[in-house]
């Protein structure tokens, strides 16, 4: 196990409802990214955050934001949910990054109906 | 464009053969790559990672080889084992300012006993 853990397992909201998705990073772990896996495909790099500050963003909009806390967990909230917005979220946490390797939780599975 | 893709979607190999997973990347200003392993209801897990200042890297039972020259990675498995069985991605590290990681649609490893 890598020590990445996410809640909660699965999710199933409406249409234009807000949903929050937690992770906790393995300890002394100050980044933190997130990923949307749909069905059947590669993950796509939502943002990172290092140290609690925003590190780099893949082209998801606004309503797609994140939050780290001091004590290695993070957040991450969905606005005004859309169908498409169903899919595996996966967060990874790493020591530092760049290239630190980065150590996967088991996902989040949200279903938006 | 940012896009990270593989030339096969599904592999099928015999137990004790060699695999060999490709890989296409478009960013040649990226100078890092990973392979990823994702077993069902797992997240990705890190198998071996190569700089762009290198060509090939060994790992254990794996091999990554990267050729610049046509934007192309391969992972290689030797003796093929049931327990290979997975999704296999490559990823690459972008820094734009920011680092994120792109990650191909990936291959699915069938190994037959």
Redesign the interface.
């Known amino acids: 196990e ?1 020590g ?1 853990t996410q809640s909660p397992t699965h999710l199933i909201k409406t249409r234009g409802q807000q949903v929050t998705l937690r992770c906790s990073s393995q300890s002394g772990h100050n980044t933190v ?1 997130w ?1 949307q896996q749909a069905l ?6 939502i943002f ?1 955050y290092y140290r609690e500050e ?6 998801f909009p606004p309503r797609f934001s994140g939050l780290q806390f001091p004590n290695y967990s993070s957040e991450l909230n969905v606005n005004a949910l859309e169908l498409d917005d169903s899919a595996l979220y ?1 967060c ?1 946490s790493s020591l530092g ?3 630190d ?7 989040t599975r949200l279903t938006v109906l | 464009g ?1 896009s ?1 893709g593989l030339h096969l979607p599904t592999l099928s190999v015999q137990e004790g053969d060699n695999s060999i997973i490709n890989c296409a990347y478009s960013n040649s200003a990226s100078d ?1 790559f990973i392979w990823y392993k994702q077993e069902s ?6 198998i071996i ?1 190569i ?1 762009s200042n290198m060509d090939k890297r060994q790992g254990q039972r794996v091999t990554v080889l990267l050729n610049k020259t046509v934007k192309h990675l391969s992972l290689q498995i030797a003796a093929t084992q049931p327990g290979d069985s997975a999704v296999y ?1 490559c ?1 690459e ?1 972008l ?12 291959t699915r490893l069938f190994v037959k006993a």
């Open positions: 890598t990445v990214s990923y059947g495909q590669g993950p796509q790099f990172q925003e590190n780099g963003r893949g082209n996966l990874a990054y760049g290239t390797t980065q150590y996967f939780g088991p996902g | 940012e990270v890092y209801g797992k997240g990705p897990q890190f990672d700089r991605f990823a590290i820094n734009t300012g920011g680092f994120k990681t792109i990650f191909g649609a990936g």
